[in-house]
């Protein structure tokens, strides 16, 4: 499990030249590898070297030593409509596998007590330009007020006055219709999938936070100010403390479950969480307790590794809380990010394959664990489970063979699952023949299929995509499962793919 093992308090204003120096190369190589659109002298001057009165740097670093992110915490004295006004900001940054232990909201919320206790009945705000949803999603989370907000029309003084603090940080407006929008510059490097996955996001502060400020992805920020009053405070301290009791209650909780009264209760539990679902609402209160006779369920903390790519298992998971990173490549590319409801680990259940993606957990999770053994009779039995779950297949399936090839990476996640959906799914038995019609795709899921009349003679085992451009018969040597995609007008000719004649 990857997780900050130390972190260190830095005081920029008391190092040498030579050792701020030597800092911001630091926090700027790994600062690299997180946004982009960021000169060095930039993230100096806002990170480092700023001009606030009071700034503290933590800085966290791995096991082994390396620095893995950093939370810059300053404090402007300002005076503000002639009142005297702190302003607190701060950056951050750390690398995916490192985040959501909450360590800097904990360190921001000691420091911003600790000053306001020092200066009673100063007026404080925080002001952020918020750069990505995710962020703004976590003040959503932790404060009761926050501006600007979804389903509350901010103030007119307020907005001005948070137009006027934009204005005294040398926030440059991006469009006159959207003036909490704001020139920012820092664009979060993330991948197709993980962009697609906020773009969707049905978490309403991030659906607010997108809709607020369309042009995250270009680096805008949208302005976004937090009253420092005695309600947010308490709101975040209980925050923060429900998420630090959680751990030992879970584990309580799960030694419970090990008990008789205990495996009643979790079993109702699981019926609870499987009933939400779409992919297992269909199915009445009897069978549902049956699988969660067999079912597991387990909370897992942030960057937690579920299974890695390779591993040998086969039971299928429900992600009931949470959110998680599907990984390949040595578990540094993401390919695709779940979010609560999701369903995965269906290829190994299905095609008996071996783990072929490793999933992290992106923040605190729950899961839902259903042994292969108790799933396949439903799926034999049911037709409206056994379509959702090849479907769900197809479509894993699918993005593993043609991501990174450029025909299809111009139509955009959204555009090929649309494609994939028009696709007819058949199940073939052994030695059943199937004729594929020119300019027709051909997905083989799983099973052993040959081509008859192909030149070359063509045999596949297992995941292929195939474009048709003659008659084709595919003849089953064994159990198999095959998608037929309508013919894509937008896909690019000039790609080559295999290409059965």
Not at 24 to 31: E, G, Q, S
Not at 142 to 170: H, I, K
């Amino acid at each position: 499990m990857s997780r900050i093992a130390n972190t260190e308090v830095i005081v920029p204003k008391s190092l040498s030249p030579e050792a701020r120096s030597q800092l911001i190369d630091a926090l700027y190589a790994v600062h690299n590898q997180i946004f982009d659109g960021v000169e060095r002298q930039s993230f100096a001057k806002y990170v480092v070297e700023s001009k606030a009165e009071h700034t503290w740097i933590q800085v966290h670093k791995s096991e082994a030593g390396e620095i893995v992110g950093y939370f810059a915490f300053h404090i402007f004295e300002r005076q503000l409509g002639g009142v005297p006004t702190a302003v607190f900001r701060a950056e951050a940054g750390s690398l995916r596998a490192y985040r959501g232990s909450n360590v800097n909201a904990r360190f921001g919320l000691s420091l911003a007590l600790r000053y306001l206790l020092k200066n009673p009945g100063r007026r404080a705000y925080y002001l952020g330009s918020l750069v990505h949803p995710s962020s703004y999603a976590v003040f959503a989370r932790y404060c009761g007020e926050v501006w600007p907000r979804q389903g509350a029309q901010t103030p007119p003084e307020l907005q001005s006055f948070m137009e006027e603090l934009a204005a005294e940080f040398g926030l440059e407006k991006v469009d006159a219709a959207r003036p909490l929008v704001r020139k920012v510059g820092w664009k979060t490097r993330e991948t197709e999938a993980e962009r697609e996955y906020w773009q969707h996001c049905d978490k309403p502060a991030a659906r607010f936070f997108i809709e607020a400020n369309p042009g995250y992805v270009n680096g805008d920020g949208l302005v976004t100010v937090v009253p420092a009053t005695a309600a947010n405070i308490l709101s975040v301290i209980r925050a923060l403390g429900e998420r630090k009791l959680r751990q030992p209650v879970e584990a309580a909780v799960s030694l419970a479950r090990r008990l008789p009264l205990g495996a009643r209760l979790s079993r109702s539990e699981i019926v609870r969480q499987l009933k939400a679902v779409p992919l297992f609402s269909q199915f009445d209160q009897a069978t549902l307790k049956a699988v969660a006779t067999r079912a597991q369920i387990l909370n897992m903390s942030a960057g937690r590794i579920v299974f890695r790519e390779g591993d040998v298992s086969n039971e299928l998971y429900l992600l009931a809380r949470g959110a998680a990173y599907v990984l390949e490549g040595g578990e540094e590319q993401v390919v695709n990010e779940l979010g609560s409801g999701a369903v995965f680990g269906e290829i190994a259940m299905l095609a008996g394959e071996r783990r072929s993606a490793s999933i992290r957990t992106a923040m605190d999770s729950t899961l839902v664990r259903i042994p292969r053994e108790v799933l396949l009779p439903l799926i034999e039995t049911n037709v409206g489970l056994r379509q959702d779950v090849w479907k769900t297949f197809a479509e894993r399936r699918f993005e593993s063979l043609v991501r990174g090839v450029e025909r299809y990476g111009q139509l955009g996640r959204q555009g090929r699952r649309s494609w994939l959906q028009q696709g007819e799914h058949c199940e073939l038995a052994p030695q059943q023949v199937l004729t594929v019609e020119p300019g027709t795709h051909l997905l083989v899921l799983s099973g052993s299929v040959e081509f008859a009349h192909a030149a070359p003679q063509l045999a596949a085992q297992g995941a292929l995509l195939l474009e048709v451009e003659h008659p084709l018969r595919v003849v089953a040597q064994e159990t198999a499962r095959v998608v037929l995609l309508p013919r894509g007008a937008v896909l690019a000719r000039e790609a080559s793919l295999p290409k059965a004649a």
